[in-house]
């Protein structure tokens, strides 16, 4: 779990993010201080006493918001951009849900790892998938070795053009 200092900034911030869309649920993703790198559930540095310059959060939002996932972000961004940089990721909660159910690392990695900041309470997300995580990443795998023969093949092509000195062919190939 992402280490953080609960503070009446990050508490005031949640409060006036969920007041402005209907969100569903809010993570933390990361924390910004002055002086040091960021503490994220990718990579945890531990700040210490160092109080937040900034953060980076996720925000669910519940069916039926109208505004689009683009706009959101935008606008709240820019709502607190003179208080404190906040970074944020916007997606339906929807969404989310069918990537727990996939196994999509990401998903998983929220949230076994981001703090929940705030619950409306209205969709109960599935427990991660850690079995399907194991086969998508063996899906991602195949994927990319099926890249790789496929541009393997297609250099073997050009290289077979550019033995015959046929350079346009190559080129197009």
């Known amino acids: 779990m992402l280490q953080y200092q609960p503070s009446p900034a990050l508490d005031q911030l ?22 040091l790198p960021v503490n994220s559930i990718f990579r945890s540095f ?3 006493e ?11 939002t519940r069916p039926g918001e109208k ?3 683009d706009v959101i972000q935008d606008m709240l961004e820019q709502r607190n951009r003179f208080r404190m940089p ?9 969404a989310f849900y069918q990537w727990l159910e996939a196994g999509h690392a990401f998903a998983i990695r929220v949230v076994s ?6 619950n409306a309470g209205i969709t109960n997300l599935p427990v991660p998938g850690y079995d399907r995580l194991q086969e998508h990443l063996v899906k991602l795998e195949t994927q990319a070795q099926k ?10 092509g050009a290289r077979q053009f550019i033995a015959k000195e046929q350079y346009s062919l190559a080129a197009f190939l």
Request: aromatic share 10%; charged share 15%; hydrophobic share 45%.
């Open 14 to 35: 949640v409060k006036t993010l969920h007041q402005a869309v209907a969100i569903d649920k809010i993570y933390l993703l990361g924390i910004a201080t002055e002086s």
């Open 46 to 48: 531990h700040h210490g």
């Open 50 to 60: 160092e109080s937040a310059s900034g953060y980076f959060l996720l925000l669910l």
């Open 67 to 69: 505004k689009s996932d």
């Open 86 to 94: 906040v970074h944020l990721i916007v997606h339906p909660v929807k």
């Open 113 to 118: 790892k981001a703090p929940l900041l705030y």
């Open 147 to 156: 890249g790789y023969d496929r541009s393997a093949a297609f250099l073997s």
